[in-house]
T-cell receptor, first 114, second 114 residues
């Protein structure tokens, strides 16, 4: 149990385009979902926390107009990187939790912006 | 001082060795402690989850929490090359608003060589 999927696993796009990443909890209802960014050999950097039906809470320094998060249902959250630029290239990972404290992570999405 | 300190390594051990991975923390409000394993270019996978002080064992893995010293450990017995990965500690406690958003260590890279 506790499976989280992400789609796509890899995406390459041109600078200026927008990219949407989906995160789904497959066998539980995720009241809270998290979006992280990870640079090579670095730890996870929390970008935002979202609760179903509410606006996401963004961490300091994360542009909410650039990284749009929608937690439309208890099993789906999306992250849209708007007007992507090469510096947005990174590994994006979502996680989800039903209740309590333990998070379960998705497999990640590698974004490359040319 | 960071809230969670974790030596990035790499830690290189021969196959069959007992591995000890550690984290220290400064926030005495942390109550929940987790260890995740992350293979290269994959999302983190939950290994162990403990609440408060004490030991927990699961197969070859043992997690220890010493709240008085603000120190947690993960032991891996009979280490295998397939254990080669980055191990992230994470911990959480009651924060403002009633949420338990984990704080992650930067991860320790483990290499188990045949």
């Amino acid at each position: 149990g506790a499976v989280v999927s992400q789609h796509p696993s890899r995406v390459i796009c041109k600078s200026g385009t927008s990219v949407k990443i989906e995160c789904r909890s497959l066998d539980f209802q995720a009241t809270t979902m998290f979006w992280y960014r990870q640079f090579p050999k670095q730890s996870l950097m929390l970008m935002a926390t979202s609760n179903e039906g509410s606006k996401a809470t963004y961490e300091q320094g994360v542009e909410k107009d650039k990284f749009l998060i929608n937690h439309a249902s208890l099993t789906l959250s999306t992250l849209t990187v708007t007007s992507a630029h090469p510096e947005d290239s990174s590994f994006y990972i979502c996680s989800a939790r039903e209740s309590g404290t333990v998070q379960f992570f998705g497999p990640g999405t590698r974004l490359t912006v040319l | 001082q960071k809230e969670v300190e974790q030596d990035p390594g790499p830690l290189s051990v021969p196959e069959g060795a007992i591995v000890s991975l550690n984290c220290t923390y400064s926030n005495s409000a942390f109550q929940y402690f987790m260890w995740y394993r992350q293979y290269s270019r994959k999302g983190p996978e939950l290994l162990m989850y403990t609440y408060s002080s004490g030991n927990k064992e699961d197969g070859r893995f043992t997690a220890q929490v010493d709240k008085s010293s603000k120190y947690i450990s993960l032991f891996i017995r009979d280490s295998q090359p397939s254990d080669s990965a980055t191990y992230l500690c994470a911990m959480s406690g009651l924060a403002s608003g009633g949420s338990y958003i984990p704080t992650f260590g930067r991860g320790t890279s483990l290499i188990v060589h045949p």
